[in-house]
């Protein structure tokens, strides 16, 4: 079935990061969710009110934000079609970053209200009645709310949505919440104790975890994490096809909304290559990896001597010094000035964010590590770390 809608929904699979295709997409999946969500509050509001269960109530309440927050997502598509303009020159792809941030403010507040009316529940004079019916419609909309989950989840991948990401976190959320509220359900049946109010606890816990790591993963992206690996391989798998780039280094890669990135990166080539070719061949570089990824890539040139046999004994050395500090730094921009008393190595070495070392006591031992070669090697080194 979900395969089915999906089919209905998602067309020209070929052309998904078009931003036409994307908003359709969005919408036609937020529409769904609207009407699947109307409908489980209107039963579990119905059974919350008959069987007097809190929890149920909590649940059937949680649905009609969950509806809100399809609109939410709805609007956020459209606004996020809008084509860049004078005063957004990138697009307006963010504003699904918003509506993520909003609904994960949602499902907080949600929780929270749930939290402090199952509390309150607790010592309480009302009891749950227990109804097989209820039992059952529960336990269908847990299944629905599960199958929500897998559909946000399929659809929001297929179009890199990270509001249907996180609206499929929420309904995940739900189906283990409206779980629980049929075990409090059916625990009511054969005791006097206020397990409803407990379990509504556990339910309100669960939904607040779920709204801290939608936040957090929305504001993660909002401060700039690093970007997809595969991204980053194929931009450096592209690159690289070129026979003219011999290395790429310092590669960012800012994200504008799904499909919408801006990048640059450094590509070494040889010193002895007539530049115009190179600047030729790096402008179909960069062309090629715009229409094939969506990256507006800028591509800086580092020319490299790599026919000196000497650069290339003195950079291997360099190489085998800086990987005894740290197996994964790397070296890139490899030259050397000779003098008539000393030799300056200037280089740049990529160390990972991890590292416990601070950047003095790697110069130290990187420098002590290749005057063990020769007394008459200057290291010139600057650190980095990865933006990738």
């Known amino acids: 079935m979900t395969n089915f809608i999906i089919k209905k929904i998602v067309k020209n699979t070929d052309k998904l990061k078009e931003q036409s295709v994307r908003t359709r997409c969005g919408t036609a999946a937020s529409a769904i969710g609207i009407v699947c969500n109307v409908a489980l509050f209107a039963v579990k509001m119905l059974v919350g009110v008959l069987c007097g269960s809190i929890s149920a109530v909590a649940d059937a309440v949680n649905n009609l934000f969950d509806g809100a927050s399809c609109i939410i997502n709805i609007l956020a598509f459209k606004l996020a079609g809008k084509p860049a303009d004078k005063e957004h020159p990138f697009g307006h792809g963010r504003y699904e970053l918003i509506s993520a941030m909003v609904i994960a403010f949602l499902i907080l507040l949600i929780g929270f209200e749930f939290f402090k009316a199952s509390f309150q529940r607790i010592f309480s004079d009302e009891t749950t009645v227990f109804s097989w019916i209820g039992a059952v419609v529960l336990a269908l909309s847990a299944l629905a709310k599960l199958w929500m989950a897998v559909f946000f989840k399929k659809i929001g991948n297929m179009i890199s949505s990270d509001s249907l990401c996180a609206t499929s976190v929420d309904s995940l959320s739900d189906a283990c919440v409206t779980a629980v509220t049929l075990v409090g359900f059916i625990v009511a049946r054969f005791t006097t104790l206020p397990v409803d109010g407990f379990v509504g606890i556990a339910i309100s816990l669960f939904i607040l975890y779920s709204g801290i790591k939608v936040t957090r993963d929305v504001i993660n992206q909002l401060l700039g994490e ?143 590590r290749i005057k063990a070669n020769g007394e008459s090697y200057y290291v010139v080194a600057t650190l980095e770390r990865s933006y990738v």
């Open 226 to 368: 690093k970007p997809d690996k595969e991204l980053v391989a194929s931009v450096t798998e592209m690159l690289m096809q070129y026979d003219v780039v011999l290395g790429a280094h310092d590669l960012i890669i800012h994200s504008y909304g799904p499909g919408k990135y801006i990048a640059s990166v450094h590509a070494e080539v040889p010193q002895s290559e007539d530049f115009v070719m190179v600047h030729d061949v790096i402008d179909c570089a960069e062309r090629e990896i715009m229409e094939k990824l969506g990256v507006f890539l800028t591509v800086h040139i580092d020319p490299i001597d790599n026919e000196s046999e000497k650069v290339q004994e003195l950079r291997e050395m360099t190489e085998n010094a800086v990987k005894q500090i740290d197996i994964q730094a790397t070296i890139h921009d490899f030259r050397i000035v000779s003098g008539p008393s000393h030799t300056n190595l200037i280089f740049d070495v990529v160390v990972p964010w991890d590292t416990k070392k601070s950047d003095d006591e790697i110069k130290n031992e990187l420098e002590k």
